[in-house]
């Protein structure tokens, strides 16, 4: 037999058919991109090409984008909690989110790192918001927890629905996560610091989360009531935005949950694989459902290092997988009249023309929400800036606001919002920075409890494997069906290099070769493999084509080849 086997996409080809200023002064262009390796001599004239300025126009509206959804967080809060407003039209109703505030204090640790705020303001506001919710909030009657929604001015618990008046489990993770985040960036020897340390970790050991489990050892309760006790009877199961509850609940070093409950999570028909427009899905409800459930849990959870039994391809592919999905419904299969496009899709819970829906494919009346592309940024980042593009270059003066894109619009109805929601606009700004830098994920994913919680849950990182088994290959439809595309690769904007994510089972050398579609190398690099998760990295060489190529991986006795397109 053959020792060297070839292997197509990710270690087997069928495995990769399973899921199935506009700016001020520019920066310097040459900075941030490394010098192209030597080239081999035929290919002299490739290598003489110089990148051009657009991966430096992506860092800049990519910075705008942020630091401008991040101000929501900063002026759209009550002074007398930091809690930022449901709505930006509901100042005077004093009614605050409290996981909208979650996301907020994650993108208020994002706004100290990249300078747009001093440190000390940032751990002032911060230590602020966990004063209040220790202080002020009805917490100590709600068994630790927080209700969905509450008066960012006294305090007060504000009703959500008739027998929603008490605790909502969901948005107090989403608080913890925030709040955890914010415990491990702050981590310096000084009075205050300490002082916000010492707060989080009171308010996250209060939360007893044994007790929405209603001793029952099935499954967390959603909510609990004062007055009705467990009456609204809804049971957080998955596959939806509330993963990071069970991960707390597990990890909790006070009022942990047992494995047994946890297992109710998995225990739902959103657990099982679905389909859509030529892809399969390893966990999801009907047609993968709104982008925000691939959102929230995952500002601090990073699913590239997340598997479980359930979701054997990793977390990441099941994401990048409802991504694409949501996309290729937009593009392939709505309304013609929704006038769908590469620079207009997104499908998620926003506002829409005369009200608020929970929008997904099938369930959609032609209002797209910048949210759910920009915060897939970590999923899709050559689609998701397609999207920012067209909205920055053709909508500005329509869609884009004080605090960045408004939060809807709609071309078929000629409609554009001029609002936001927190839930909204919050996550883009840590889900774009998980993707530029990986910030978010590496606090979180260092917490002790957060591990054990993990640990406890049966989250595992997938296991070494030569290849590209992070990697989801875009299908494209045909006559006859779907086949595969091509992977769209973009210059990241803080480096100027194409960066792709490939795995090693061992430590060892790595050989890459680019070829064309006549099977001609055009280009070579080689790398030092480490076992698990690597990335490739190259600078632009040549210009962009929108020509196909073959990348090539070579390791040991075993190839392993992707598609790819340059941008």
Not at 205 to 221: A, C, I, K, M, P
Not at 373 to 389: C, G, K, Q
Not at 530 to 537: A, F, I
């Amino acid at each position: 037999m053959n020792l060297r086997k070839r292997v197509f996409l990710a270690v087997a080809f069928a495995v990769l058919l399973f899921p199935c200023a506009a700016f001020a002064a520019q920066e310097q262009k040459a900075a941030a991109v490394q010098k192209p390796e030597a080239a081999q001599p035929a290919l002299a004239a490739l290598d003489e090409f110089k990148p051009d300025d657009a991966f430096v126009r992506d860092r800049l509206l990519l910075d705008r984008l942020q630091h401008d959804a991040f101000r929501y967080m900063w002026e759209h809060t009550f002074p007398e909690s930091g809690l930022a407003y449901e709505d930006s039209r509901n100042k005077e109703s004093g009614q605050a989110t409290i996981g909208g505030s979650g996301f907020g204090v994650a993108a208020i640790v994002v706004a100290a790192e990249r300078g747009w705020i001093s440190r000390q303001d940032a751990v002032e506001r911060v230590l602020r918001i966990a004063t209040f919710l220790r202080d002020k909030t009805d917490r100590k009657n709600l068994h630790g927890a927080f209700p969905h929604w509450l008066d960012g001015r006294t305090g007060k618990t504000i009703s959500f629905g008739e027998q929603d008046n008490g605790a909502d489990l969901v948005e107090t993770a989403f608080m913890m996560q925030g709040l955890l985040i914010a415990r491990a960036y702050f981590s310096a020897d000084t009075d205050q610091e300490k002082a916000l340390r010492d707060c989080v970790t009171e308010l996250w050991q209060d939360v007893d989360w044994h007790w929405f489990t209603r001793s029952e050892n099935n499954g967390l309760y959603w909510h609990w009531s004062p007055t009705a006790d467990f009456g609204m009877g809804m049971k957080i199961s998955g596959f939806n935005e509330a993963m990071v509850a069970y991960v707390l609940a597990l990890g909790s070093p006070t009022h942990p949950i047992s494995r047994e409950a946890a297992q109710f999570w998995y225990s739902t028909e959103e657990y099982q694989p679905k389909t859509g427009n030529g892809y399969t899905i390893e966990a999801a409800n009907a047609y993968a459902g709104s982008m925000f459930l691939s959102h929230y849990s995952f500002i601090g959870l990073d699913p590239r290092r997340m598997a479980d039994v359930h979701v054997r391809r990793g977390y990441m592919v099941r994401n990048i997988t409802h991504t694409l999905m949501n996309r290729a419904y937009s593009l392939e299969s709505a309304p013609a009249e929704h006038q769908f496009s590469e620079g207009f899709w997104g499908l998620t819970s926003c506002d829409i023309k005369g009200g608020y829906r929970y929008q997904s494919a099938y369930n959609e009346v032609g209002t797209v929400a910048p949210t759910a592309a920009l915060s897939s940024m970590p999923y899709t980042p050559e689609y998701s800036m397609r999207v920012l593009w067209n909205i920055y270059d053709n909508y500005k003066d329509k869609m884009w606001g004080p605090f960045g894109p408004y939060d809807a619009f709609s071309l078929k109805d000629d409609w554009f919002d001029n609002s936001y929601l927190a839930i909204d606009q919050l996550p883009i700004v840590s889900m774009v920075e998980n993707y530029r830098s990986g910030l978010l994920w590496s606090l979180f994913m260092n917490i002790p409890e957060v591990q054990e919680g993990l640990a406890r849950m049966g989250v595992q990182p997938l296991p070494a494997a030569n290849g590209f088994p992070q990697v989801v290959v875009p299908l494209k439809k045909t006559e006859s069906g779907y086949e595969l595309d091509a992977l769209d690769l973009r210059r990241h904007p803080d480096t100027g290099l194409y960066t792709l994510p490939y795995s090693c089972e061992k430590d060892g050398m790595v050989f890459f070769t680019l070829e064309d579609a006549s099977g001609k190398v055009i280009k070579r690099f080689t790398r030092e493999g480490r076992q698990g998760d690597n990335v490739l990295e190259f600078p632009q060489f040549m210009p962009v084509s929108g020509d196909t190529f073959q990348l090539i991986m070579h390791i040991g006795d075993l190839t392993a080849g992707l598609p790819v397109r340059l941008n």
